[in-house]
Protein backbone atom coordinates (compact mmCIF):
# COMPACT_ATOMS: atom_id res chain seq x y z
CA UNK A 1 0.00 0.00 0.00
CA UNK A 2 1.72 3.42 -1.09
CA UNK A 3 0.86 6.46 0.82
CA UNK A 4 1.26 9.97 -0.38
CA UNK A 5 0.11 13.54 -0.01
CA UNK A 6 -1.46 16.15 -2.03
CA UNK A 7 -3.04 19.46 -1.93
CA UNK A 8 -6.79 20.04 -1.76
CA UNK A 9 -8.97 22.69 -0.83
CA UNK A 10 -12.13 22.28 0.50
CA UNK A 11 -13.61 25.67 0.64
CA UNK A 12 -13.41 29.33 -2.09
CA UNK A 13 -12.06 32.35 -0.69
CA UNK A 14 -12.45 35.29 -2.70
CA UNK A 15 -10.67 38.08 -0.47
CA UNK A 16 -8.17 35.18 0.84
CA UNK A 17 -7.50 32.39 -1.88
CA UNK A 18 -4.25 31.37 -1.11
CA UNK A 19 -5.72 30.36 2.97
CA UNK A 20 -8.04 27.54 1.50
CA UNK A 21 -5.31 24.60 0.59
CA UNK A 22 -4.12 22.24 2.67
CA UNK A 23 -2.03 18.75 2.77
CA UNK A 24 -4.15 15.46 2.75
CA UNK A 25 -2.82 12.13 2.29
CA UNK A 26 -4.85 9.25 0.40
CA UNK A 27 -3.56 5.77 -0.64
CA UNK A 28 -2.92 4.46 -4.33
CA UNK A 29 -4.74 1.49 -4.85
CA UNK A 30 -2.49 -2.28 -5.31
CA UNK A 31 -3.66 -2.65 -8.52
CA UNK A 32 -4.20 0.05 -11.45
CA UNK A 33 -6.94 0.09 -12.94
CA UNK A 34 -7.78 -1.04 -16.38
CA UNK A 35 -8.47 2.14 -17.57
CA UNK A 36 -5.82 4.45 -15.92
CA UNK A 37 -2.41 5.17 -15.22
CA UNK A 38 0.03 5.76 -12.03
CA UNK A 39 1.70 8.78 -12.72
CA UNK A 40 4.23 10.22 -10.30
CA UNK A 41 4.59 13.73 -10.28
CA UNK A 42 7.63 15.27 -11.20
CA UNK A 43 6.99 18.88 -10.50
CA UNK A 44 3.78 22.11 -11.32
CA UNK A 45 3.43 25.64 -11.42
CA UNK A 46 0.85 27.94 -9.58
CA UNK A 47 -0.98 30.05 -12.25
CA UNK A 48 -3.29 32.96 -11.82
CA UNK A 49 -6.07 30.51 -12.98
CA UNK A 50 -5.51 28.74 -9.27
CA UNK A 51 -5.77 31.48 -7.57
CA UNK A 52 -9.09 32.25 -9.21
CA UNK A 53 -9.76 28.42 -8.62
CA UNK A 54 -9.22 29.19 -4.91
CA UNK A 55 -11.50 32.47 -5.21
CA UNK A 56 -14.56 30.01 -6.59
CA UNK A 57 -15.24 31.89 -10.26
CA UNK A 58 -13.66 29.14 -12.28
CA UNK A 59 -16.07 26.71 -13.48
CA UNK A 60 -15.94 22.97 -12.71
CA UNK A 61 -14.51 22.86 -9.38
CA UNK A 62 -15.94 20.26 -7.20
CA UNK A 63 -14.81 19.66 -2.86
CA UNK A 64 -12.69 18.93 -2.06
CA UNK A 65 -10.80 19.38 -5.00
CA UNK A 66 -6.94 18.38 -5.75
CA UNK A 67 -5.06 21.98 -6.74
CA UNK A 68 -3.43 22.99 -9.44
CA UNK A 69 -3.98 23.35 -13.62
CA UNK A 70 -0.63 21.42 -15.09
CA UNK A 71 1.93 19.74 -14.33
CA UNK A 72 4.95 16.63 -15.74
CA UNK A 73 5.13 12.78 -14.56
CA UNK A 74 6.64 10.01 -15.17
CA UNK A 75 3.66 6.81 -15.70
CA UNK A 76 4.89 4.20 -13.00
CA UNK A 77 2.36 2.20 -13.97
CA UNK A 78 0.18 1.30 -17.24
CA UNK A 79 -3.34 -0.40 -16.77
CA UNK A 80 -4.38 -3.04 -18.97
CA UNK A 81 -6.48 -1.22 -21.31
CA UNK A 82 -3.98 1.02 -22.27
CA UNK A 83 -0.84 -0.75 -22.26
CA UNK A 84 -1.20 -0.37 -26.12
CA UNK A 85 -0.81 4.03 -26.05
CA UNK A 86 1.39 4.23 -22.72
CA UNK A 87 4.49 3.20 -20.58
CA UNK A 88 6.47 2.79 -17.77
CA UNK A 89 8.88 5.72 -17.48
CA UNK A 90 7.49 7.87 -20.30
CA UNK A 91 7.22 11.51 -19.54
CA UNK A 92 3.95 12.91 -19.42
CA UNK A 93 2.15 16.35 -19.25
CA UNK A 94 -1.23 16.41 -16.91
CA UNK A 95 -3.91 18.78 -17.39
CA UNK A 96 -6.68 19.15 -14.67
CA UNK A 97 -9.50 20.05 -16.96
CA UNK A 98 -8.83 17.01 -19.32
CA UNK A 99 -7.19 17.94 -22.51
CA UNK A 100 -8.72 15.50 -25.08
CA UNK A 101 -12.99 14.80 -25.12
CA UNK A 102 -15.13 16.89 -22.96
CA UNK A 103 -13.81 17.80 -19.37
CA UNK A 104 -16.29 17.99 -16.37
CA UNK A 105 -14.18 18.99 -13.39
CA UNK A 106 -10.89 20.17 -12.27
CA UNK A 107 -9.03 16.62 -11.17
CA UNK A 108 -6.18 18.79 -10.00
CA UNK A 109 -2.23 17.75 -9.83
CA UNK A 110 -0.64 18.95 -6.92
CA UNK A 111 -0.18 15.51 -5.88
CA UNK A 112 3.35 12.91 -5.50
CA UNK A 113 1.03 11.09 -7.61
CA UNK A 114 -1.87 10.72 -9.85
CA UNK A 115 -4.00 8.24 -11.54
CA UNK A 116 -4.97 9.34 -14.85
CA UNK A 117 -7.44 8.57 -17.70
CA UNK A 118 -5.90 8.62 -20.84
CA UNK A 119 -7.64 12.08 -21.82
CA UNK A 120 -5.65 13.67 -19.42
CA UNK A 121 -2.25 13.50 -20.27
CA UNK A 122 -0.05 14.08 -23.83
CA UNK A 123 3.31 12.64 -24.16
CA UNK A 124 6.23 14.69 -23.42
CA UNK A 125 9.11 14.89 -26.34
CA UNK A 126 12.91 13.79 -24.65
CA UNK A 127 14.87 16.82 -24.50
CA UNK A 128 12.35 19.00 -23.75
CA UNK A 129 13.02 20.69 -19.97
CA UNK A 130 10.55 19.32 -17.26
CA UNK A 131 10.06 22.94 -15.88
CA UNK A 132 8.38 23.42 -19.85
CA UNK A 133 6.89 20.46 -20.30
CA UNK A 134 4.81 21.03 -16.90
CA UNK A 135 3.72 24.48 -17.87
CA UNK A 136 3.17 23.47 -21.39
CA UNK A 137 -0.53 23.65 -22.07
CA UNK A 138 -2.03 26.70 -19.47
CA UNK A 139 0.09 29.66 -21.42
CA UNK A 140 1.82 28.52 -24.41
CA UNK A 141 -1.05 26.89 -25.83
CA UNK A 142 -3.53 29.30 -25.14
CA UNK A 143 -1.32 31.94 -26.47
CA UNK A 144 -0.57 29.49 -29.81
CA UNK A 145 -4.55 28.93 -30.24
CA UNK A 146 -5.39 32.50 -29.93
CA UNK A 147 -2.64 33.22 -32.81
CA UNK A 148 -4.25 30.45 -34.90
CA UNK A 149 -7.80 31.14 -34.13
CA UNK A 150 -7.33 35.07 -35.03
CA UNK A 151 -5.69 34.16 -37.91
CA UNK A 152 -2.26 36.63 -36.77
CA UNK A 153 0.33 37.12 -39.42
CA UNK A 154 2.02 39.75 -41.59
CA UNK A 155 -0.26 42.88 -41.27
CA UNK A 156 -2.06 42.17 -38.49
CA UNK A 157 -1.98 44.12 -35.21
CA UNK A 158 -2.59 42.37 -31.34
CA UNK A 159 -2.74 44.83 -28.45
CA UNK A 160 -2.14 42.78 -25.03
CA UNK A 161 -2.19 43.90 -21.58
CA UNK A 162 -0.20 42.23 -18.74
CA UNK A 163 2.55 42.03 -21.26
CA UNK A 164 5.24 41.17 -19.18
CA UNK A 165 3.28 37.54 -18.13
CA UNK A 166 4.17 34.30 -19.52
CA UNK A 167 1.68 34.34 -22.28
CA UNK A 168 2.50 38.03 -22.70
CA UNK A 169 5.94 37.05 -23.32
CA UNK A 170 5.59 34.07 -25.26
CA UNK A 171 2.81 35.84 -27.50
CA UNK A 172 5.72 38.84 -28.20
CA UNK A 173 7.47 36.09 -29.32
CA UNK A 174 4.95 34.56 -31.62
CA UNK A 175 4.53 37.80 -33.16
CA UNK A 176 8.25 37.96 -34.13
CA UNK A 177 7.80 34.34 -35.75
CA UNK A 178 4.77 34.90 -37.47
CA UNK A 179 5.23 38.06 -38.22
CA UNK A 180 2.11 40.36 -36.57
CA UNK A 181 2.71 43.22 -34.72
CA UNK A 182 2.44 43.18 -30.53
CA UNK A 183 1.53 46.52 -28.96
CA UNK A 184 2.33 45.47 -25.23
CA UNK A 185 0.98 47.25 -22.52
CA UNK A 186 2.65 46.49 -18.84
CA UNK A 187 1.96 47.92 -15.18
CA UNK A 188 5.60 48.87 -14.52
CA UNK A 189 8.72 50.86 -15.92
CA UNK A 190 10.71 48.19 -14.68
CA UNK A 191 8.47 45.09 -16.68
CA UNK A 192 8.57 47.77 -20.01
CA UNK A 193 12.40 47.73 -19.51
CA UNK A 194 12.90 43.82 -19.61
CA UNK A 195 10.82 43.34 -22.23
CA UNK A 196 12.00 46.24 -24.21
CA UNK A 197 15.48 44.11 -23.44
CA UNK A 198 15.25 40.61 -23.51
CA UNK A 199 12.93 40.98 -27.13
CA UNK A 200 14.65 43.98 -28.72
CA UNK A 201 11.70 45.66 -29.07
CA UNK A 202 10.14 49.26 -28.98
CA UNK A 203 6.68 48.77 -28.95
CA UNK A 204 6.07 48.49 -24.61
CA UNK A 205 4.16 50.96 -23.22
CA UNK A 206 3.40 51.60 -19.37
CA UNK A 207 -0.19 52.40 -17.83
CA UNK A 208 -0.27 52.60 -13.97
CA UNK A 209 -3.45 53.33 -13.69
CA UNK A 210 -3.47 57.41 -13.55
CA UNK A 211 -4.82 59.90 -15.97
CA UNK A 212 -1.40 60.86 -17.03
CA UNK A 213 -0.08 57.78 -18.12
CA UNK A 214 -3.48 56.49 -19.80
CA UNK A 215 -2.82 59.92 -21.92
CA UNK A 216 0.70 59.14 -22.47
CA UNK A 217 0.04 55.88 -23.99
CA UNK A 218 -2.32 56.79 -25.94
CA UNK A 219 -0.57 59.32 -27.86
CA UNK A 220 2.66 57.15 -28.23
CA UNK A 221 0.39 54.12 -29.68
CA UNK A 222 -0.78 56.53 -31.65
CA UNK A 223 2.25 58.22 -33.48
CA UNK A 224 3.69 54.60 -33.42
CA UNK A 225 1.48 52.66 -35.41
CA UNK A 226 -0.42 55.74 -37.19
CA UNK A 227 -1.39 54.15 -40.42
CA UNK A 228 -2.46 50.84 -38.83
CA UNK A 229 -5.61 49.82 -36.64
CA UNK A 230 -5.85 47.61 -34.03
CA UNK A 231 -7.40 44.27 -35.01
CA UNK A 232 -7.17 42.36 -31.98
CA UNK A 233 -6.82 43.19 -28.55
CA UNK A 234 -6.18 40.56 -25.56
CA UNK A 235 -7.30 41.80 -22.03
CA UNK A 236 -6.31 40.32 -18.32
CA UNK A 237 -6.10 43.60 -16.13
CA UNK A 238 -9.63 44.28 -16.07
CA UNK A 239 -11.05 48.09 -14.59
CA UNK A 240 -9.80 50.74 -16.64
CA UNK A 241 -6.80 49.25 -18.35
CA UNK A 242 -9.75 47.27 -20.51
CA UNK A 243 -12.02 50.46 -21.22
CA UNK A 244 -8.68 52.06 -22.66
CA UNK A 245 -8.10 49.02 -24.42
CA UNK A 246 -11.36 49.29 -26.02
CA UNK A 247 -11.00 52.84 -27.15
CA UNK A 248 -8.02 52.58 -28.86
CA UNK A 249 -9.24 49.29 -30.61
CA UNK A 250 -9.47 49.86 -34.72
CA UNK A 251 -13.03 49.43 -36.53
CA UNK A 252 -14.20 45.80 -36.65
CA UNK A 253 -11.70 44.95 -34.05
CA UNK A 254 -12.16 42.00 -31.22
CA UNK A 255 -11.26 42.65 -27.65
CA UNK A 256 -10.99 39.44 -26.01
CA UNK A 257 -11.10 39.47 -22.41
CA UNK A 258 -8.98 36.59 -20.82
CA UNK A 259 -8.37 37.45 -17.21
CA UNK A 260 -8.12 40.04 -14.91
CA UNK A 261 -5.16 40.61 -12.81
CA UNK A 262 -6.78 43.70 -10.88
CA UNK A 263 -9.59 41.45 -10.13
CA UNK A 264 -11.57 44.71 -11.07
CA UNK A 265 -14.60 43.26 -13.01
CA UNK A 266 -17.29 45.70 -13.09
CA UNK A 267 -16.33 48.41 -15.75
CA UNK A 268 -18.65 51.72 -17.57
CA UNK A 269 -18.50 51.18 -21.61
CA UNK A 270 -18.92 53.84 -24.12
CA UNK A 271 -21.25 51.10 -25.76
CA UNK A 272 -22.03 53.14 -28.88
CA UNK A 273 -18.89 54.80 -29.71
CA UNK A 274 -16.27 52.24 -28.80
CA UNK A 275 -18.27 49.41 -29.97
CA UNK A 276 -21.46 50.26 -31.78
CA UNK A 277 -20.14 53.46 -34.22
CA UNK A 278 -16.90 51.12 -35.14
CA UNK A 279 -18.59 47.72 -35.24
CA UNK A 280 -16.16 46.31 -32.37
CA UNK A 281 -16.37 42.72 -30.78
CA UNK A 282 -16.27 42.20 -26.55
CA UNK A 283 -15.49 38.81 -26.32
CA UNK A 284 -14.43 36.23 -23.77
CA UNK A 285 -11.70 33.49 -24.14
CA UNK A 286 -10.76 30.69 -21.58
CA UNK A 287 -8.76 27.74 -22.69
CA UNK A 288 -10.73 25.25 -20.84
CA UNK A 289 -14.23 26.73 -22.05
CA UNK A 290 -13.56 28.39 -25.42
CA UNK A 291 -10.81 26.60 -26.90
CA UNK A 292 -11.38 23.26 -25.20
CA UNK A 293 -14.95 22.79 -25.74
CA UNK A 294 -15.16 23.92 -29.10
CA UNK A 295 -11.70 22.54 -30.75
CA UNK A 296 -11.91 19.04 -31.93
CA UNK A 297 -9.07 16.53 -30.67
CA UNK A 298 -7.56 16.23 -34.10
CA UNK A 299 -6.76 19.69 -34.27
CA UNK A 300 -6.10 20.11 -30.34
CA UNK A 301 -2.83 17.25 -31.61
CA UNK A 302 -1.77 19.45 -34.36
CA UNK A 303 -1.36 22.38 -32.68
CA UNK A 304 0.39 20.85 -29.74
CA UNK A 305 2.82 19.51 -31.92
CA UNK A 306 3.75 22.52 -33.58
CA UNK A 307 4.13 24.01 -30.76
CA UNK A 308 5.96 20.93 -29.10
CA UNK A 309 8.28 21.43 -32.45
CA UNK A 310 8.42 25.56 -31.98
CA UNK A 311 9.97 24.86 -28.78
CA UNK A 312 12.24 22.10 -29.75
CA UNK A 313 13.71 24.32 -32.57
CA UNK A 314 14.65 26.54 -30.34
CA UNK A 315 12.09 29.39 -31.81
CA UNK A 316 10.03 29.77 -29.14
CA UNK A 317 11.38 29.43 -25.40
CA UNK A 318 9.64 29.56 -21.80
CA UNK A 319 10.94 32.00 -19.21
CA UNK A 320 12.85 30.71 -16.23
CA UNK A 321 10.95 29.49 -13.48
CA UNK A 322 11.24 31.65 -10.31
CA UNK A 323 11.18 30.14 -6.75
CA UNK A 324 10.36 26.37 -5.91
CA UNK A 325 8.55 25.03 -3.13
CA UNK A 326 7.23 21.83 -1.72
CA UNK A 327 3.66 20.59 -1.35
CA UNK A 328 3.73 21.24 2.39
CA UNK A 329 4.57 24.61 1.62
CA UNK A 330 1.43 25.56 -0.77
CA UNK A 331 0.40 28.20 1.36
CA UNK A 332 3.70 29.93 1.10
CA UNK A 333 4.08 28.76 -2.50
CA UNK A 334 0.46 31.05 -2.98
CA UNK A 335 1.86 33.82 -1.34
CA UNK A 336 4.38 33.91 -3.68
CA UNK A 337 2.90 33.56 -6.94
CA UNK A 338 1.06 36.62 -6.40
CA UNK A 339 3.54 39.33 -4.97
CA UNK A 340 3.81 42.00 -7.56
CA UNK A 341 7.47 41.69 -9.82
CA UNK A 342 8.21 38.53 -8.75
CA UNK A 343 10.47 36.86 -11.54
CA UNK A 344 9.41 33.68 -13.02
CA UNK A 345 6.91 31.03 -12.53
CA UNK A 346 6.76 29.55 -9.05
CA UNK A 347 7.19 25.92 -9.30
CA UNK A 348 5.88 23.68 -6.63
CA UNK A 349 8.29 20.34 -6.39
CA UNK A 350 5.49 17.52 -6.09
CA UNK A 351 8.78 15.17 -5.03
CA UNK A 352 9.70 16.74 -1.91
N1 LIG B 1 -8.45 32.57 -20.11
C1 LIG B 1 -7.47 31.70 -20.31
O1 LIG B 1 -7.66 30.68 -20.94
C2 LIG B 1 -6.11 31.99 -19.79
C3 LIG B 1 -5.05 31.13 -20.05
C4 LIG B 1 -3.78 31.48 -19.59
C5 LIG B 1 -3.60 32.64 -18.86
N2 LIG B 1 -4.69 33.43 -18.60
C6 LIG B 1 -4.55 34.71 -17.88
O2 LIG B 1 -3.44 35.38 -18.43
C7 LIG B 1 -2.92 36.26 -17.48
C8 LIG B 1 -1.42 36.04 -17.44
O3 LIG B 1 -1.16 34.70 -16.97
P1 LIG B 1 0.34 34.23 -16.72
O4 LIG B 1 0.33 32.90 -16.11
O5 LIG B 1 1.09 34.45 -17.99
O6 LIG B 1 0.76 35.34 -15.64
P2 LIG B 1 2.10 35.50 -14.85
O7 LIG B 1 3.25 35.06 -15.63
O8 LIG B 1 1.85 34.95 -13.50
O9 LIG B 1 2.19 37.10 -14.75
C9 LIG B 1 1.16 37.90 -14.22
C10 LIG B 1 1.32 39.27 -14.84
O10 LIG B 1 0.24 40.10 -14.42
C11 LIG B 1 0.75 41.38 -14.11
N3 LIG B 1 -0.06 41.97 -13.07
C12 LIG B 1 -0.24 41.51 -11.82
N4 LIG B 1 -1.07 42.32 -11.14
C13 LIG B 1 -1.39 43.31 -11.98
C14 LIG B 1 -2.21 44.46 -11.88
N5 LIG B 1 -2.87 44.73 -10.74
N6 LIG B 1 -2.33 45.27 -12.94
C15 LIG B 1 -1.68 45.00 -14.10
N7 LIG B 1 -0.89 43.90 -14.28
C16 LIG B 1 -0.76 43.09 -13.21
C17 LIG B 1 2.17 41.18 -13.62
O11 LIG B 1 2.88 42.32 -13.92
P3 LIG B 1 4.35 42.63 -13.32
O12 LIG B 1 5.26 41.61 -13.94
O13 LIG B 1 4.65 43.99 -13.79
O14 LIG B 1 4.23 42.49 -11.83
C18 LIG B 1 2.62 39.96 -14.45
O15 LIG B 1 3.24 40.37 -15.63
C19 LIG B 1 -3.64 35.93 -16.17
O16 LIG B 1 -4.67 36.88 -15.97
C20 LIG B 1 -4.25 34.57 -16.42
O17 LIG B 1 -5.41 34.34 -15.64
C21 LIG B 1 -5.92 33.13 -19.04
Redesign the pocket.
Known sequence: MTNYKQVIYQKFDFENPHTVHELSETTLPDIVPDDKVIVRMICA?I???DT?CAMGVVNGVEFPCVGGAEGVGVIEQVGKDLQDRWQSGQRVHVAANYLFGEWTNWNGVWSEYLLCPDNAMMAVPDGVADDLAAQFM??PL??YAMVKEFGLGPGKTLMQ??????????MIRLGQIYDFDTINI???Q??AD?LREEFGIDTVYVYD?SVESAKQMKQAIASDFPDRSIDYCIE???GD?LRICLEMLGPNGELYI??????DVTIQLNTVADIVMKNNALK????????MRQTSDEEKHRCINELWELFQSGKLTM?ESGQRFTLSQIKDAMVA??A???SG?IMLDCRA
Open positions: PHPCLVNTATAAASVLGKIVCRESEGAVGTYGSMTGGWSSQETWPSCPGRK
